[in-house]
């Protein structure tokens, strides 16, 4: 049966718009399979125009969030099959529903594979400056304030973003940023917690080790030890409810 929505008032018409129905889905109160009203009917329900309805729904369906069928209507996907990457950026910044356990596991199990993968390539194809870039930061590490965690994280990331760009890989930095949110939450958590503390130092020794492995040309080496540092850390997270 077709659903209605509250009217836009007051706000960006086109991503308002798309954001009102994207957590219609993401929320499951728009089910996989079900048409939705026609545009026609949504521009009025949302009090817009029909080119902004269309605009929405057409950004909703690069997503794989809904399908537009011709002469048939629009129907909700189940993102789960259909869905992006943007659509899992989606998820990890919806803010009206705590993000989904299992989800946190999955992006956990996809960084290791993605970041083992981002060492072995950086040991193999990183350049002189990537390095010095490298290195800066972990000198940044042992310089900031241990009850910054904020820096701390901050940092991290860029550890682990720079790696994936000296990787030599277009898509590996993106994918890392799309996770932004969502690791920078989790090492955030780990930072804040063993602030301090002999966890954060072996975060940053094994930053030195990975970094030395890249810097020698000894890609196997700095995938096994990116991969240990992820083990552990995701480790000490499960003990803190991260």
Known sequence: MPVSLEPVQNQSLQQTCALRMEAKILSGEWIAGQRLHSERTLAQELQVSRPVVHQALVDLAAKGLVCIVPRR?????????????????TLLTYKDQEIDPQLIHDLIEARKLIETETA???????????????????????????????????LDF?????????????????????????????????????????????????????????????????????????????????????
């Open 73 to 89: 209507g629009v129907f909700v996907c189940d993102y789960r099959t259909s869905g992006s990457l943007a659509v899992l950026s």
């Open 120 to 154: 072995r390539l950086a040991a193999q194809k990183r350049t002189t400056e990537q390095l010095k870039r490298i290195e800066t930061i972990l000198d940044q590490e042992t310089t900031a304030d241990p009850g910054d965690s904020r820096s701390l994280t901050e």
């Open 158 to 242: 860029s550890f682990h973003l720079e790696i994936a760009i000296a990787s030599a890989n277009r898509v590996y930095p993106m994918i890392l940023n799309s996770f932004r949110s969502v690791y920078t939450h989790l090492t955030g958590l780990f930072f804040t917690t063993y602030q301090g503390r002999e966890p954060v130092q072996r975060t940053f020794i094994a930053h030195r080790n990975i970094l030395e492995k890249i810097s020698q040309q000894e890609p196997e080496k700095a995938a096994i030890l990116m991969a240990d540092m992820l083990d552990e850390g995701a480790a000490f997270l499960s003990q803190i409810g991260g």
